[in-house]
């Protein structure tokens, strides 16, 4: 009798800035991990510390840069960093091409096109304008 092992679907977040989008998938001390990033798709497959199978796959909102985009294990997770495509690009609306109410956004990281506007504004400590 052969049992057969279920997969489970991570916890899965996400946030983004211009340039890029990073997604935290939660597996706790995850082992014989598989990252794919596509152009135009992510999946990642994991044990955990348990031996419990997880793996999420999602097409993206937009195209991404393969060579540009990497992972790291994390010791409660693994931290997926996309490269957009067009760094100078849109902001995306959400992770996949189809809504997925079961992803979160990682609010520690996002940032807003706000943010980043002003974060690149002119500084004008220091200047005198009442001379």
Do not use: C
């Not at 997969?7 to 977040?13: A, I």
């Not at 999946?43 to 993206?60: E, H, M, R």
């Not at 957009?84 to 996949?96: C, E, H, I, M």
């Amino acid at each position: 009798l052969v049992k057969r092992m279920s997969v489970l679907r991570p916890e899965v977040s996400w946030a983004q800035t211009r340039a890029g989008v990073t997604v935290k998938v939660m597996i706790d001390n995850s082992h014989d991990e598989t990252v794919e990033i596509t152009s135009d798709s992510l999946t990642v497959k994991a044990l955990n510390q348990d031996g419990k199978s997880y793996a999420f796959s999602i097409p993206l909102f937009a195209s991404v840069n393969v060579e540009e985009s990497k992972w790291t294990r994390q010791p409660r997770y693994i931290d997926v960093h996309l490269a957009k495509d067009d760094p100078l690009g849109d902001w995306w609306a959400r992770l996949g091409k189809v809504k997925d109410a079961r992803i979160q956004i990682d609010w520690s990281r996002w940032r807003d096109e706000d943010d980043e506007e002003e974060s690149h504004s002119l500084d004008l400590n220091g200047m005198n304008f009442d001379e």
